[in-house]
């Protein structure tokens, strides 16, 4: 059970290895190395009112629940955490790109830009304890808009010669 932002949430996780189940899910072999079924179990209550959401998931491996659930709470926090940042910084819920495939287009643009901001190590600083300190995307990208010659460094120097690429 969890309670934050004015709501209590309390979460089930269910695991089925059942052959009869797998077999039933993947009768047209959909899915290689279909193993194991997941739901998880969603009860908020917000200021009095009472809903359950349910989520399906498929694995490919044997997990125990514990994990499962460590599994499934990590992703949506990733998937949360990369929205706000969209969201925010580069203000996509207040796009009117609608006409034909632009709107996907300019999604993925905006990933593969956050993507190059968070592989830019420039800013990084260690601490006394060897620690090291990341500059936050916003103030990147601050430092992008006032220093145009910043971000041509980046494109052109800097992640030429990042090791993913060596």
Do not use: Q
Not at 15 to 27: A, R, T
Not at 119 to 137: E, F, H, M, P, W
């Amino acid at each position: 059970m969890e309670f934050s932002h004015g709501r209590i949430e309390k979460r089930k996780y269910c695991l089925s290895s059942d052959e009869c189940l797998i077999s039933h899910i993947n009768d047209r072999n959909k899915w290689k190395n279909l193993k194991t079924v997941g739901m998880v179990e969603n009860t908020r209550e917000i200021d009095g009112k009472i809903t359950v959401k349910r989520k399906y998931y498929i694995l490919d491996t044997d997990v125990t629940t514990e994990r499962f659930a460590e599994i499934t709470r990590n992703h949506w926090r990733i998937e949360n955490n990369l929205h706000w940042i969209l969201d925010m910084y580069f203000r996509e819920d207040l796009s009117r790109t609608r006409k034909d495939n632009a709107l996907d287009n300019l999604s993925l643009l905006t990933k593969m830009c956050y993507n190059i901001i968070t592989l830019d190590s420039r800013y990084d600083t260690a601490n006394k304890s060897g620690n090291i300190k990341k500059l936050s995307v916003k103030r990147k990208i601050n430092r992008y808009n006032l220093y145009h010659h910043e971000f041509d460094d980046l494109l052109f120097s800097v992640i030429p010669n990042l090791e993913i690429f060596a």
